[in-house]
């Protein structure tokens, strides 16, 4: 089965640019989140996704950052105007099922290296 | 809120040597718990899910614990290999979504 594909791999932008990331989920699955992760932390979730609708947005920083998922199916996450500390790499991961309806286990991409310059 | 804790932060230990990984949270209410690792400019692979009405999962040389009511899990790796190296991170699954540990990165000396 195909996995979680996300691009691009990497990114290099100046402060104040803007940047998207897109990612295509496996096939089938409903719920799609994206993650930011700096460097030496854990994941820190940004926005989760039950099919097209939001489920979880309460850590996106909504003055900076935006996301949507159309059709219910691939999703984009947005960056305008970019700072410094968004320096980080960007995960998308999905899920046959939310957490706690019954098959949760996670599946990530890649991820996306954004530096911040 | 869950809060999700790794010690160590990191690990390193001769080849043959088993490994053991600890993970605690503060809320027991979880649905689950996974265990990822994560090598370096990768992604993260789910290793093992452990539900919360279950005490261990095994695959291979893996097992993970959990014990809800002191809040910890910890995922065993028997007979390490260097091809182990990586970062090992623990999730706890609350009201629908995870929150991450930062992880303990093990190195194995071969």
């Known amino acids: 089965e195909a996995g979680v594909a996300q691009s691009p791999r990497y990114k290099i932008i100046e402060k104040r640019q803007s940047v998207a990331f897109w990612c295509n989920p496996i096939s089938g699955h409903a719920t799609l989140y994206w993650y930011q992760q700096i460097l030496g932390q854990g994941p820190k979730l940004l926005i989760q996704f039950q099919n097209n609708g939001v489920v979880d947005d309460s850590q996106l920083p909504k003055d900076r950052f935006s996301a949507e998922r159309l059709k219910g199916v691939d999703s984009t996450l947005k960056i305008q105007p970019a700072k410094l500390e968004d320096s980080a790499v960007y995960l998308c991961?999905?899920?046959?099922?939310?957490?706690?309806?019954?098959?949760?286990?996670?599946?990530f991409g890649s991820g996306t290296q954004l530096s911040v310059l | 809120k869950q809060e999700v804790t790794q010690i160590p932060a990191a690990l390193s230990v001769p080849e043959g040597e088993n490994l053991v990984l600890n993970c605690s949270f503060t809320?027991?209410?979880?649905?689950?718990l996974q265990w990822f690792r994560q090598d370096p400019g990768k992604g993260l692979t789910s290793l093992l899910l452990?539900?919360?009405?279950?005490r261990e999962q095994t695959s291979g040389r893996l097992n993970a614990s959990l014990d809800k009511s002191s809040g910890r899990s910890t995922l065993y790796i028997a007979a390490s290999q260097p091809g182990d190296s990586a970062t090992y991170l623990c999730?706890?699954?609350?009201?629908?979504?995870?929150?991450f540990g930062a992880g303990t990165t093990v190195t194995v000396r071969a």
């Open positions: 452990i539900q919360s009405s279950q």
């Open positions: 809320d027991s209410a979880i649905y689950n």
């Open positions: 999730a706890a699954a609350n009201d629908y979504k995870l929150s």
């Open positions: 991961a999905s899920s046959f099922l939310a957490p706690g309806q019954g098959y949760e286990k996670l599946f």
